[in-house]
Every structure is written in structure tokens, then in C-alpha cells.
């Protein structure tokens, strides 16, 4: 989304006042930016910079500099200023002893978020009640104003919403930090790696949050260009390694104990620890614990390999505990240590790794869904009578492309083409209006660009309006599916999301919301003092899965496919796909045009 953009979403949220014969109006909301308070003042038909500053008090010059507009430029309606605020905003608030409003005092680590979630109050209402509070930190502040006749007014959606295009607004105002909303299954490790920042960092900026909520602002101090973390590495290996697959056969567990070795990098080169293992092993600790209180007797060993596979056949050689007496392994991460364990009798789990170019072995089990999988998820989104309309761009995901005409096979489809500076076209010069049908329309976007995605969104959107009147109140039958790093964009109007239906598939989804993940949340934060991360679901999920399945005793597959244990992430099943097992289950997020997001 551009700047203009946000903008003009932003103008209603922040207040319009009309200027009449040339003179301006103060702004009634005071934000916290950089530390400082400024008015947001939204430029309106016959304004110019000296009527602005002279409606508060200011000189010209400081307006222009704080906005970067030169003796030249010219404002446009819609524009939104930062204009210095210099009163003590004591006295722009509310004043004591006003009955309409209550005055609350905000908890440690209590949010603005969760103040307006829970006294059901728009976003909009607390911050013009409570002039230079700070979006995404209220740490340390005395009193919150909360105005009785407001409360109970709003629903979540439209308070997450609103923290959206406030995220976008003090994003684009600000010169210190990046502004951004919490997505689902995001967690504070996966966002201060995006921000590239540390955990502790991003909690003490933005007042040391015990939760964080999908929909919720926070921010980061501004970074130069960073590379997104990489969850899973991938090395190359020039031969099969492992025993013959079909004939192997794993050992059967008749120990009383079941022995886990956890086989993790804990350590980087130079001997820095990494804090998402360190998350993982934590997580695997509560569900041993879990076990435990189950009656299951459990013997949990960690192994720091540092990112080496020969310690890990030092390990079998030498280590009687490790080569002879472990039932199961849960690791390693990356695929080079992963060639040692490959053919051995006893299962191995590997969690975290996304592909096996090199190795087999039918005691291995993947967590990561299969790509191949992926197909026969998106298969049901289309029917006999769906109307298929492929997008492509300047950067058009190739794979994804190849796995489209596989999920389509004979069915018949149109296809778009954005050019450069996307204009509508399709392959035989017909509008693509003229392709789209009166009943069922589903677009594949495969962009891969955020740009070129956000306009390409856009431009269905506008053609979804342009056909509601033909429709009335029922909705115009258009659908989506996308790419599940859309979720990742920053600046991307999400608000399309669930406007065009939108469908992707994700590799790992865990749901906030609910009570099963809310109370592991609150016991990991209870004993490590901190917000768990996507790490520590999956390690959750991959040591009570796998223990309650080898106590079951028999066939392993069998009792993992069979399994009724309550997980974190969404449910496993493991088929043999290239001489490994793999997991088959891909969640398909869905973003609802009520304003919710199903997850299948």
C-alpha cells in the first residue's frame, strides 16, 4: 500500500475538520512519536502550511521541516502532518472529576489493544481521550481514560483494524521505528527477527507485553536492510545415504522408560546460543512434563551438536546412552547432520526440515508437510462450475504455477496478465471482465512481489465493486488463493484479505485463541519468563506426539495416523514419499469477509 494510500484510509481515524475561508482547525488527536507529542493533523480543501502553523501556534518553517516540505511544495487534501505539540496534554485531556469517563490504571505490561479489547471501545475514541498516549507502549502511565458511553461499542475486528491503519500511519510518520501488526501465528521471535531485532529489545520497546494478540501494533527501532530469518537450512548431498527402506524394520520399545535424545545446534560458531533451540528444548520440557503426569515415565537427554555431523557418529560410537540406549530422536534440524541416523532402527523426528534432496530411510519422519501434498488441500476450493482465472506478473512464481496446472488438470481457465504498469489484459486481448462468470470466480495470484501483489489485489477488488450494484446486497462471487508469505507483507492492504476471500496454505499454524495454546503460553511464560515461539509448538507437539504413539507400542505410522493426543498445531499424518515419511497436512488459512480467519 502506498503512502497516499494510507492516508486517506487514515484521515476518517484521525480526525477532518474543515477549513474555512482559508484557516485551519486544530487537529483533536496527540500521538507519541519518537518519543515526542505531535498533533496528526489531516490537510483539508484551502489549507496551506502558514494557516496550518498558525492554527498551532507554530512557525512555518518548523511544520515544513518536521514534514519535509520544501518553500515549493504544495499540500494535497488528504495529506496527514506531524505538527509539535507543545501543550501539557494534561490539560488536552479529559478534565478530573468528569463523570462521563472512568479512569483506569493500566497494568504491567497491559497494552492499549487490550484495554480497548477489554472494554469493547474503539481505538479511535481511547487515543483522542487520552492525547500523547503511545500506541504500542503504555508502560508507566498513570490513568487511561475510558469513556462510559463508548464502551461496549466496538468488536475486535474493527479494533484490530484500526490498529492496522494506525501501525501504517505511525509508520510512515515516524523516523525511529518500524510500525507493524501482530498476524496470526506470529510470535515475538518470529517478529524481531523480521525487525531484526532481539527478543528483549522489541518487549522493552514496546513496554514489556505478557501477551500479544493477532491485530495488536508494535514497533522496532528502525533497522538498515535486513535478511528474514531462516528457519530451515538445506544442504546438498551427492549420494543416497541410508539403508534399504523396505526391508528395514524399527526396533520395538518394551522399556518401562522411554528414552528421548534431543539432537539440537544449541550453539553457533563462537560459541553463541541460539535462542530458537533453546525455545524448542523448552517446549519439549513442558511436554515431557505433560507425559509425566500421564504416568509415562520419561528419560529426556539434550545433545548440543553445534551444527556437526560428525559429532553425531561420535556420538553412536561412543556414547553408549546416545548410540545404544535412546528409543527415540527428535532431531536433527538440518538436513548434512541428519545422514548419520538415516537407516538405524529406532525413529528419528525431524521437525524443523522443510527438504531431503539426499537421504532415506523409513525412520525418518518428516514434520513439514510434503509439497506434493499441497495439491489434493487446494483441490476442494474448486468445483465443476468454478471459473478459474490465473494471474501472472513480472514476478510470477514458477512452481506454484506448475502446481496450478497440476491442481487444475482439464479444467478450463482463463488467464491475466499484469503488465508493468498493470494494465488488464489476457492472452487473446479480451478485457478481463469478459472472462469472469456470474457465479463462481476464483483468481490465482502468483506474484511473488509485494508491489505487484498489493495492486493486483486492488485491481479484483475494484472490479468487485464496480459488479455489486448487478448483485446487490449478496456478495459478488469472487475468491482468492494466494501465497502464504502474503501474511509476512508489511505494507500490503490487508484489508483485501478478507475482502476477496482470500485462501493460502502454510506448512504450521497454531491458533492463539485457543484455550489449549493459551494455557501453554501461560506455562511457558510462568517458567522461562517469556512468550513461546512457533519453536517451541513444534517441539511441543513433535515430543507428546510421538511419546503417546511409541508407548502405544505396535506399528508407529499406525499409531501416529490413529493418534487422539491434544496438540498445539494443527493434526500430522505420515505417508512414505520417496523413501522417508512425511507428513501430508497443510492448514489452509482462510481470511473470511466477516472479518475472521478459519483455519482448515
Known amino acids: 500500500m502506498t503512502i497516499r494510500r494510507v492516508f486517506l484510509l487514515l484521515a476518517a481515524a484521525v480526525g477532518v475538520h474543515c477549513a474555512a475561508s482559508g484557516q485551519s482547525v486544530r487537529s483533536d488527536v496527540v500521538l507519541s512519536i519518537d518519543e515526542r507529542n505531535y498533533y496528526i493533523h489531516t490537510t483539508q480543501q484551502g489549507e496551506s502550511v502558514g494557516s496550518i502553523a498558525a492554527a498551532y501556534l507554530l512557525d512555518e518553517g518548523e511544520v515544513r521541516q518536521e514534514n519535509h516540505l520544501t518553500q515549493n511544495d504544495t499540500l494535497t487534501v488528504g495529506r496527514i502532518l506531524r505538527v509539535p505539540c507543545y501543550d501539557r ?18 497494568a504491567d505490561g497491559q497494552t492499549l489493544f487490550e484495554v480497548a479489547m477489554d472494554n469493547a471501545i474503539s481505538l479511535d475514541t481511547l487515543i483522542v481521550d487520552n492525547p500523547g498516549v503511545d500506541l504500542t507502549n503504555i508502560s508507566g502511565r498513570s490513568t487511561i481514560n475510558i469513556r462510559k458511553s463508548a464502551t461496549r461499542t466496538t468488536q475486535l475486528p474493527d ?42 529489545e522489541l518487549l522493552t520497546c514496546n513496554g514489556n507485553p505478557l501477551m500479544i494478540y493477532v491485530g495488536m501494533a508494535l514497533k522496532a527501532p528502525r533497522r538498515q536492510a535486513h535478511t528474514p530469518m531462516e528457519y530451515f537450512a538445506i544442504a546438498e548431498q551427492e549420494e543416497i545415504v541410508g539403508a534399504d527402506s523396505t526391508r528395514l524394520a524399527l526396533a520395538t520399545f518394551n522399556d518401562e522408560e522411554l528414552t528421548v535424545s534431543m539432537v539440537l545446534p544449541l550453539t553457533a560458531r563462537g560459541g553463541k546460543v541460539r535462542g530458537n533451540f533453546v525455545d524448542f528444548y523448552q517446549g519439549a520440557l513442558l511436554a515431557a512434563e505433560d507425559l509425566k503426569a500421564e504416568g509415562r515415565n520419561i528419560n529426556l537427554q539434550l545433545y548440543d551438536i553445534a551444527h556437526n555431523p560428525q559429532a553425531i557418529s561420535d556420538l553412536l560410537a561412543n556414547d553408549e546412552a546416545f548410540g545404544q540406549n535412546t528409543d527415540l530422536f527428535i532431531g536433527p534440524i538440518y538436513e548434512d547432520d541428519i545422514a548419520p541416523l538415516a537407516g538405524i532402527d529406532r525413529p528419528v523426528v525431524l521437525p524443523l526440515t522443510s527438504r531431503l534432496d539426499s537421504i532415506r530411510g523409513r525412520n525418518l519422519y518428516r514434520m513439514v508437510p510434503t509439497d506434493s501434498a499441497r495439491i489434493d488441500k487446494l483441490d476442494g476450493l474448486i468445483t465443476p462450475t468454478t471459473n478459474v482465472i490465473m494471474v501472472q506478473t513480472a514476478t510470477t512464481d514458477s512452481v506454484m504455477v506448475r502446481e496450478a496446472l497440476d491442481l487444475l488438470g482439464n479444467h478450463p481457465y482463463g488467464k491475466a496478465i499484469f503488465d508493468k504498469d498493470f494494465v488488464i489484459d489476457s492472452l487473446n486481448s479480451r478485457p478481463i471482465e469478459e472472462l469472469m462468470a456470474e ?34 446486497t449478496r456478495r459478488v462471487p469472487i475468491r482468492v488463493i494466494g501465497r502464504a508469505d502474503w501474511a509476512k507483507y508489511r505494507n500490503m492492504d490487508r484489508n483485501l484479505l478478507f475482502k476477496l476471500d482470500v485462501s493460502y496454505l502454510v506448512p504450521y499454524h497454531a491458533d492463539r485463541g485457543d484455550k489449549r495454546v493459551k494455557e501453554f503460553d501461560r506455562r511457558f511464560i510462568e517458567a522461562f519468563g517469556r512468550q513461546p515461539s512457533m519453536f517451541a509448538y513444534r517441539a511441543y507437539d513433535a515430543m507428546k506426539l510421538f511419546g503417546d504413539a511409541m508407548f502405544e507400542g505396535g506399528d508407529l505410522t499406525a499409531a501416529l495416523n490413529g493418534s487422539v493426543t491434544p496438540l498445539l498445531q494443527v493434526p500430522y499424518s505420515f505417508t512414505e514419499e520417496n523413501g522417508i515419511m512425511v507428513n501430508d497436512t497443510w492448514p489452509l488459512v482462510n481470511y473470511r469477509p466477516n472479518y475472521t480467519i478459519e483455519v482448515k
Open 439 to 472: 457465479e463462481d470466480n476464483l483468481f490465482m495470484v502468483l506474484s511473488t512481489n509485494e508491489i505487484e501483489t498489493d495492486r493486483s489485489l486492488a485491481i479484483i477488488s475494484s472490479m468487485m465493486n464496480s459488479r455489486q450494484p448487478k448483485y446487490g
Open 89 to 106: 496534554v494534561s490539560r488536552l485531556a479529559p478534565r478530573r472529576g468528569d463523570d462521563r469517563f472512568e479512569r483506569i490504571k493500566p
Open 159 to 200: 479494533i484490530a483494524l484500526a490498529s492496522r491503519r494506525y501501525a501504517e500511519l505511525l509508520g510512515a510518520l515516524s523516523r525511529r521505528y518500524d510500525y507493524f501488526v501482530v498476524e496470526s501465528g506470529g510470535t515475538l521471535y518470529s517478529l524481531a527477527a523480521a525487525n531484526n531485532v532481539s527478543v528483549d
